[in-house]
């Protein structure tokens, strides 16, 4: 069997924005292995904000390997954009082109774009819709615009989702 692969078509300027986005999320993850980032703790959640002990615990059992696989699952997602940004190449911006994500690295896709969601969430003091209605504010932009391309990989990837018997789901 084929493994199961996603098609999303983008404009050369979503890929060269998501690269540039994905070396900034590296280069915050990075940075915080020795510094303390309130925006990625969001990346490290606290499942015991109630008992300081346990959290204490929790946070120094798994912090670096989530760290870790966020930072490994950006550099997936940067290595599928790196053929698209040859300098040689000549498209126009606005130019489309086909980004493939096979069936194994759809996870990692959807978890560096919720990262990125996060982070810049934290930046911008996101923590409900009310916060959402800054218009002036262009990075707010950047916030939808990443929350439309994971909507989208989300709903390409159910529709490839595989049924029990390991066929595609929209196979015949």
């Known amino acids: ?29 990075t940075a915080t292995h020795s510094d303390r980032d309130p925006a990625v703790a969001r990346l490290t959640p606290n499942p015991y904000p109630e008992d300081a002990e346990a959290s204490v615990e929790f946070t120094m059992a798994t912090r670096d390997d989530l760290l870790n696989r966020r930072t490994a699952d950006a550099a997936l997602v940067r290595g599928a954009l790196d053929p698209f940004l040859d300098p040689a190449d000549e498209r126009d911006e606005r130019s489309e082109v086909e980004l493939v994500v096979s069936a194994h690295e759809i996870d990692a896709w959807l978890r560096t774009l919720t990262a990125l969601r996060l982070i810049i969430a934290s930046r911008l003091r996101i923590t409900d819709d009310s916060d959402l209605e800054d218009a002036d504010d262009p990075r707010f932009n950047v916030f939808h615009w990443l929350g439309f391309r994971l909507d989208t990989m989300i709903a390409l990837a159910d529709e490839h989702e595989e049924s029990p018997d390991g066929r595609a789901a929209t196979e015949e």
Request: charged content about 20%; glycine content about 0%; proline content about 7%.
């Open 1 to 29: 069997m084929t493994p199961v692969e996603i098609r999303m078509p983008l404009a050369m300027i979503e890929i060269v924005n998501l690269a540039d986005l994905v070396d900034q999320l590296t280069e915050v993850i």
